[in-house]
């Protein structure tokens, strides 16, 4: 395909948003023709698809979902010329007013006095809109067009302002584009972490602490099992590992900055009579160990990781399950070092985090975010720092995009998008350079010049939030942990009751060999112990009964169905030993 015509296929962003944005404008031209009253308000591309406001005082329900859907179908056949038009800001003004659209007017009051204020026509529609949109409503396949969910949402996201239905969207070129992603959608709700987490008894949440995660038994074994995993590979990298307090005085984050650019997401309290602030992040303390002696350049780098559980006030209609709480734990990990490690130590990381993510069978795309405008420190520095993280992943042979004016207040930063079994991307990782918090904290090393100088900081979050990360993995498994990871990995079900002692012994050899198991010797039949075990995801199945007894055998299932017949427990216990040491993903 020439390069010419991929402008006009989906594999071209700025070609699906204005596809996705026009449809926008064919929605809001259905509502008003079938509910003239509702008032228009904002109507974008979004990552997966487009979504529309509508000031009206109750939700819409599918059937009217389905009404409008039919409606836009007749207004692509109607083959629609999409028409721009710009009007002076008072000729805008009374345009809207007429048309008895206030949120259109309050968009218009703020804009610039200089803008451009412009129009487009659809037939009988027009809507305020700075665009692009393709040219004809025709160019959209209705039967492509699927309105998928309708909430609530806040008029330019504050809770005190009107609250608004917010119908969202998809569409694409031809219908089996349409029908894939519907499926990918279906699949993603049957993996919802939410429901698999209540299934499994992973976790839990209360209405006494909302976005509080509960961790249940289960959950434990699952979190611990992946925390021995990631200490293992820290130890292995040259970290070592520290802890730090959870609540420190204010002064500490006036002078960390985060009081100044963080404040209103972080939880206060007063303790004798003084400001103190519950951590939302853990680099402030890990400078307070890295001053608490004196270092030389033959220490560093200084690696020091943290699980540092870290708390942030999040809006609560922001809270979702585990993705999005306001109570987790950071795998942090801070690095000092000279400005001449500093490339070794980004590449050093990436390799940590290629070990780590390929053990999950997770991919990752990287993003590097330059300085933002609110940011501290001079520009010479953070042109410096941008320039040796893009080195250094190019040197690795990493691709990358830029996403300008992103980076945190005090550095630049690499994000490492994960992308999961049904495609979907996680942002996790993130290695993000820091020359301003050393200053500020008037951190020191001697130099082999026997002189004081600044050492350079690396902030590092490989996992991200431990808690969403279970949250990402328990999707892209689908609940179907590895064995090495699998809160239980072996569950002996007895066919007979004359099998219960022999079970116990299994249960017992099991144990002894370090594998997490349980037994079931229920009077039921084994085909229903067999299903609830698979139900449970538990990885093997070992099904015991008068022959196995005698013939001292253990016959073996697999969650997947797979019968793989009878063989003595200490081959099955190499065989799982083998699957739990490599770490293998089935």
């Not at 487009?50 to 000031?55: E, I, L, N, P, S």
């Not at 809507?127 to 492509?144: E, F, Q, V």
């Not at 992973?202 to 509960?214: Q, S, T």
Request: charged content about 30%.
């Amino acid at each position: 395909m020439s390069e010419e015509n991929n402008l006009y296929t989906f594999e071209n962003e700025t070609y699906r948003k204005t596809y996705w944005h026009t449809c926008s404008h064919v929605l809001a031209q259905a509502m008003k023709r079938l509910h003239p009253e509702v008032k228009l308000a904002i109507g974008p591309s979004i990552d997966n698809g487009f979504y529309y406001d509508f000031d009206t005082p109750e939700p819409f329900t599918e059937g009217q979902l389905e009404e409008l859907e039919a409606e836009m179908r007749k207004i692509c056949k109607e083959k629609l010329k999409l028409e721009r038009f710009e009007l002076p800001r008072q000729e805008a003004i009374r345009f809207m007013e007429e048309r008895g659209e206030p949120f259109k007017v309050e968009l218009i009051n703020d804009l610039p006095e200089d803008a451009v204020i412009s129009f487009y026509k659809q037939g009988d529609f027009t809507d305020l809109c700075a665009g692009p949109h393709l040219d004809s409503t025709g160019r959209i396949k209705g039967n492509a067009i699927k309105l998928t969910a309708c909430n609530a949402a806040y008029w330019r996201g504050d809770s005190s302002r009107e609250t608004l239905q917010r119908i969202y969207g998809v569409a694409f070129p031809r219908k089996d584009e349409l029908d894939e992603y519907l499926q990918r959608i279906e699949e993603a709700k049957r993996r919802d972490h939410r429901k698999l987490g209540k299934e499994l008894g992973l976790f839990m949440m209360a209405d006494e602490g909302p976005g509080f995660p509960f961790f249940l038994p289960k959950g434990m074994v699952l979190k611990n099992t992946l925390l021995d995993y990631w200490r293992q590979c820290h130890k292995r990298y040259g970290y070592v590992e520290i802890a730090t307090p959870i609540i420190l005085n204010q002064d500490l984050w006036h002078r960390s900055g985060h009081w100044d650019h963080y404040k209103d997401n972080m939880y206060t309290t007063v303790i004798d009579g003084e400001d103190y602030a519950v951590k939302p992040m853990n680099c402030p303390g890990g400078m307070l160990v890295y001053r608490n002696e004196p270092h030389s350049y033959r220490d560093l780098p200084l690696r020091m990781a943290e699980l540092g559980l870290v708390h942030r006030h999040e809006m609560s209609g922001a809270l979702h399950g585990l993705f999005r709480v306001r109570c987790f734990t950071q795998d942090d990990a801070h690095i000092f070092m000279t400005p001449d490690q500093m490339k070794d130590e980004i590449k050093n990381v990436v390799r940590l985090f290629d070990e780590i993510y390929s053990t999950f069978g997770l991919t990752y795309q990287i993003e590097l975010s330059t300085m933002p405008e609110d940011h501290m420190g001079d520009e010479a520095v953070w042109k410096f720092a941008e320039d040796t993280l893009q080195a250094a992943i190019t040197e690795m042979g990493k691709d990358f995009i830029i996403n300008a004016g992103d980076g945190a207040f005090y550095g630049p930063k690499l994000d490492f998008h994960l992308s999961d079994s049904l495609g979907r991307t996680w942002q996790c990782g993130t290695i993000q350079l820091d020359m301003q918090m050393p200053e500020r904290f008037e951190l020191e090393y001697v130099g082999e010049d026997g002189e004081k100088h600044r050492p350079i900081m690396i902030h590092r979050a490989l996992l991200g939030s431990i808690e969403r990360f279970i949250g990402v993995i328990t999707e892209h498994f689908a609940g179907a942990f590895p064995a090495w990871l699998s809160p239980v990995q072996v569950k002996t079900l007895t066919i007979t009751d004359r099998a219960n002692g022999y079970a116990a012994e299994i249960a017992a050899a099991l144990d002894r060999a370090g594998f997490r198991a349980e037994t079931d010797v229920r009077n039921e039949k084994i085909g229903k112990k067999i299903r609830e075990a698979t139900l449970e995801k538990i990885p093997y199945m070992l099904v015991v009964g008068d022959r196995d007894i005698e013939n001292g055998t253990v016959s073996v299932r697999h969650r997947s169905g797979e019968d793989l017949g009878a063989m003595s427990l200490d081959q099955f216990l190499e065989l799982l030993g083998r699957e739990v040491a490599a770490k293998e993903r089935k």
